[in-house]
């Protein structure tokens, strides 16, 4: 069982890059466009829910170990960071960018505070909440982020000679539903952040 919990998380990271090379062909070949959306779409979805069925496995048969922490947190952000960046890049708008670059900056500062804590010996868990803020973070971003990929995706059905009513306004439901869930995901993010640091500000404090 821990060999296929591992395996779903270096999916997601192997998703990750190919999400990259996926949205990079949609741009650059709008010939094959429509089906280059779909796949990014798919393998999203698909890894998103492997990171909630991994976990699940793990806790449920006792599949936990070192590497599968490491993988799954890899993957998670790999995942995120990658589309985040390649959408923000297809989107170049103040409202997506301007969140995206605060959310990528929060997780370089959590890395740096695990990096001076390891050289301490001291690790660095998730901060003890009845809500985890950091795992409502993630799962605001992959919503935000499956509504983003599902308007090119969808946008690939529209027949500008039968344009369908309910379709439109799936789309402009959708737009909504992106911006709003990531700039939701954007304070649940600096929410964590801080939680981290009042944590790292505890360890901190032990050392002499």
């Not at 466009?33 to 796949?39: K, P, Q, T």
């Not at 959408?87 to 170049?92: E, G, R």
């Not at 795992?135 to 090119?152: V, Y």
Request: charged content about 10%; glycine content about 6%.
């Amino acid at each position: 069982m821990k060999f296929f919990v591992n395996f779903l998380s270096g999916f997601r990271i192997a998703a990750a890059f190919a999400i990259i090379l996926t949205l990079l062909i949609a741009i650059y070949n709008p010939a094959i466009s429509g089906a280059m959306y779909w796949i990014t779409f798919i393998l999203f979805a698909l890894g998103s829910i492997s990171d909630w069925f991994d976990g699940y496995l793990a806790r449920k048969y006792n599949a936990c170990s070192k590497l599968g922490g490491v993988l799954d947190h890899i993957g998670d952000k790999l995942l995120v960071v990658n589309t985040l960046i390649m959408l923000s890049i297809m989107m170049p708008m103040w409202y997506i960018v301007v969140p995206v670059i605060i959310m990528i900056a929060r997780e370089l500062y959590i890395s740096g505070l695990r990096e001076f804590l390891g050289t301490q010996k001291i690790e660095m868990p998730v901060p003890k909440a009845r809500f985890s803020m950091g795992k409502i973070k993630t799962t605001l971003q992959m919503i935000s982020i499956c509504a983003f990929l599902l308007i090119p995706t969808l946008g690939t059905l529209i027949d500008p000679a039968a344009i369908s009513t309910t379709l439109v306004r799936t789309l402009f439901i959708l737009s909504y539903i992106s911006v709003s869930t990531l700039w939701l995901s954007l304070i649940a993010s600096v929410w964590s952040a801080t939680q981290y640091t009042m944590t790292f500000i505890g360890h901190l404090k032990k050392i002499k």
